[in-house]
């Protein structure tokens, strides 16, 4: 069964630094999506992206933040210059609105990312 | 905002019992979803139930909607050991064309062997 993959599976960076996510979404999905989860806290929408460009985004998703699609298959998050605040596990989704519309997203397993 | 927030915030059971969650949220809705995620994992999609639909089920899962109420059960029955995992409903807002759902805390299931 096809799934969203993402890399690395734990990420520590010192603070300023920047980071990049990866993922890959499931190959004919056409919404993707970020989330991230602080631990023991909600899972928060980030952002959502579809035709190459951002939808929707939180105001949690400032300029700190930017996405990219930078080739056929990956999706990736960057953050700018990390925070301590911004330790916190990171979901990507893809969903595909021509079967089961936007709703049911798939998940990955997460990026933990832990700023020092 | 159109956020879910789960009842009980922990739930602990022996196999074989049925579990019950809960899920309120605040304004109307689209539709509301089913998550369940182990510890350390990502979310795995459950079940979706539309405004119009009162109840659903998948396999030991049963899930209710009251609109009127404003919230939401989904039942486990027969529980086993491997349902132990977090429980989040999710509430929509259609904005844009893109589908933002907002999560609650969840429930933490502990079904004991």
């Known amino acids: 069964e096809p799934e969203v993959t993402q890399t690395p599976s734990h990420q520590v960076t010192q603070m300023g630094q920047e980071v990049i996510l990866r993922c890959v979404p499931i190959?004919?999905?056409?919404?993707f999506y970020w989330y991230r989860q602080i631990l023991g806290q909600k899972v928060e929408f980030l952002v959502s992206?579809?035709?190459?460009?951002?939808?929707?985004k939180s105001e949690i998703f400032d300029d700190q933040f930017s996405v990219e699609r930078p080739d056929g298959s990956n999706f990736t998050l960057k953050i700018r210059s990390t925070k301590l605040e911004d330790s916190a596990m990171y979901f990507c989704?893809?969903?595909?609105?021509?079967?089961?519309?936007?709703?049911?997203?798939?998940f990955g397993p997460g990026t933990r990312l832990t700023v020092t | 905002s159109q956020q879910g927030e789960e009842d009980p915030q922990a739930l602990s059971i022996q196999e074989g019992e049925n579990a019950t969650m809960n899920c309120s949220y605040k304004t109307s809705i689209n539709n509301l979803q089913w998550y369940r995620q182990n510890s350390g994992r990502g979310l795995v999609h459950l079940i979706l139930i539309r405004s119009n639909e009162r109840e659903k089920h998948s396999g030991r899962l049963r899930v209710t909607l009251d609109t009127s109420k404003k919230s939401s059960s989904l039942l486990i029955t027969a529980s086993r050991a491997a349902d132990t995992a977090s429980y989040f409903c999710?509430?929509?807002?259609?904005?844009?064309?893109?589908?933002?759902?907002?999560f609650g805390r969840g429930t933490s299931l502990i079904v004991h062997p």
């Open positions: 190959s004919n999905h056409l919404y």
């Open positions: 999710a509430t929509d807002a259609m904005a844009g064309g893109s589908y933002i759902p907002t």
């Open positions: 992206f579809y035709n190459n460009e951002i939808s929707e």
């Open positions: 989704a893809s969903s595909d609105i021509r079967t089961s519309g936007p709703y049911e997203q798939y």
